[in-house]
């Protein structure tokens, strides 16, 4: 199940460039919650439900305050704010964001423990990856910061948030699972958004910078998977 979920997940990603309007929109939330599924039907069955529940308590409800508290206080993301698109919304941030940052803390997370630093290369991977997500979600109109591009204050707070979720996250018990679910996905995530902001969505600084950012997990995930 989990490899389907993944697979469908990837299928979701490639139809993305493809689409536009309200169903590009559609689109972004059903990626992910397919996304979010893969990711916790893995971790269900390699951890047990009783870690995918704390996994879920600990990501969700944590990252839902500190946008809360970004889109009132500027901190620590910066003076931003959403414009709608992405489904219902609680305390001014809608709730597929939460649901975003869990899809892929989990990837993250397992590639960390994979490489054997799950709290540091945990934090690079899952803000690394927002060096693709919101130079798109900006283009795409979901959210927008004061002046207009995104500023270098928004990736400190992801690596600050990601930094104080894996803090929490590496300390849950582990035992080593099957990882091909989540590596996949996150790899997928590394090259496919480079050369979706390279070949279709003509942001070529985009996709060196997060390419170079991600790089610095996906890199030494390749040599691991290669040795």
Do not use: K
Not at 81 to 109: E, N
Not at 133 to 155: E, I, R, T
Not at 165 to 184: D, E, F, N
Request: hydrophobic share 60%.
């Amino acid at each position: 199940m989990p490899a389907l979920l993944a697979a469908l997940t990837i299928a979701l990603e490639i139809a993305y460039p493809l689409t536009a309007g309200t169903a590009r929109d559609r689109l972004t939330v059903v990626t992910v919650l397919v996304f979010l599924a893969a990711s916790v039907v893995h971790a269900v069955q390699a951890q047990g439900p009783y870690w995918a529940a704390r996994f879920l308590v600990v990501v969700v409800p944590v990252s839902l305050a500190v946008e809360a508290l970004g889109v009132r206080t500027g901190f620590p993301f910066g003076d931003y704010g959403y414009d709608g698109g992405l489904g219902p919304s609680a305390f001014q941030v809608p709730l597929v964001v939460p649901l975003a940052w869990a899809m892929f803390a989990y990837p993250a997370l397992v590639v960390g423990q994979l490489l054997g630093r799950p709290w540091l290369a945990g934090t690079v991977g899952l803000a690394a990856w927002d060096l693709f997500l919101d130079p798109q979600m900006v283009a795409a109109h979901h959210w927008h910061f004061a002046g207009g591009s995104v500023p270098v204050s928004n990736y400190l707070g992801w690596l600050l948030t990601a930094g104080a979720l894996m803090a929490v996250l590496s300390r849950l018990s582990w035992r080593p699972p099957l990882t091909a679910v989540p590596v996949a996905l996150f790899l997928w995530t590394w090259l496919g958004s480079t050369l979706a902001n390279a070949a279709f969505f003509g942001r070529p600084g985009t996709a060196a910078a997060g390419f170079v950012g991600m790089g610095l997990v996906g890199v030494p995930l390749v040599r691991r998977l290669c040795a």
